[in-house]
T-cell receptor, first 114, second 112 residues
Framework: EAGVAQSPRYKIIEKRQSVAFWCNPI?????LYWYQQILGQGPKLLIQ????????DSQLPKDRFSAERLKGVDSTLKIQPAKLEDSAVYLC????????????FGPGTRLTVT | RKEVEQDPGPFNVPEGATVAFNCTYS??????FFWYRQDCRKEPKLLMS???SGNEDGRFTAQLNRASQYISLLIRDSKLSDSATYLC?????????????FGAGTRLAVHP
């Protein structure tokens, strides 16, 4: 079974630039999550989708971050404009509905903002 | 106060040692708890669930004390391959949906 796919794996941008990350979840997983993991910290949930609807975006900095999952399958997360403090690994995860504890994570995108 | 707190370590132990990690959580309404493992520069993976009665999976034992809001993970007979960061995770219900709250992790380094 294919795992969660993410791209790109690494990205270096300058502050005030824009960046987008892509995620394709495990087939059949209706719930998709985007996390931010800053070095030395645990993953922090940014946004959670169930199918193509947002169920939790309480920790998403909406002035600069946006995410969509238009067809209920793959998803994109965008940052515009980026700040230095956005440097982190952005992890995408997916799970079956109702099985939030067993999330399967992708390899992540390591973002460096200079 | 953080929702999930862990000792960051690192714990440096020799092969064969027994090591224990602790975790506390702040939301007394939390219902389910887990340990995830994260290898260096890799993604987190579910290690095991934590039940009130305690549960064991090979060399790993997890315990939950609801009264103290305390979770533990015990690793016996440590192997080099156990070197990783162990994330304490609490399931929180928000708006009818489950979401995971991760601690910052405890780093374990097992040496020969």
């Amino acid at each position: 079974e294919a795992g969660v796919a993410q791209s790109p794996r690494y990205k270096i941008i300058e502050k005030r630039q824009s960046v987008a990350f892509w995620c394709n979840p495990i087939s059949g997983h209706a719930t998709l999550y985007w996390y931010q993991q800053i070095l030395g910290q645990g993953p922090k949930l940014l946004i959670q989708f169930q199918n193509n609807g947002v169920v939790d975006d309480s920790q998403l900095p909406k002035d600069r971050f946006s995410a969509e999952r238009l067809k209920g399958v793959d998803s994109t997360l965008k940052i515009q404009p980026a700040k230095l403090e956005d440097s982190a690994v952005y992890l995408c995860a997916s799970s079956l509905v109702g099985v939030a504890y067993e999330q399967y994570f992708g390899p992540g995108t390591r973002l460096t903002v200079t | 106060r953080k929702e999930v707190e862990q000792d960051p370590g690192p714990f440096n132990v020799p092969e064969g040692a027994t090591v224990a990690f602790n975790c506390t959580y702040s939301n007394s309404a939390s219902q389910s708890f887990f340990w995830y493992r994260q290898d260096c520069r890799k993604e987190p993976k579910l290690l095991m669930s934590v039940y009130s009665s305690g549960n064991e999976d090979g060399r790993f034992t997890a315990q939950l004390n609801r009264a103290s809001q305390y979770i533990s993970l015990l690793i016996r007979d440590s192997k080099l391959s156990d070197s990783a960061t162990y994330l304490c995770v609490v399931n929180s219900v928000s708006g009818g949906y489950n979401k995971l709250i991760f601690g910052a992790g405890t780093r374990l380094a097992v040496h020969p």
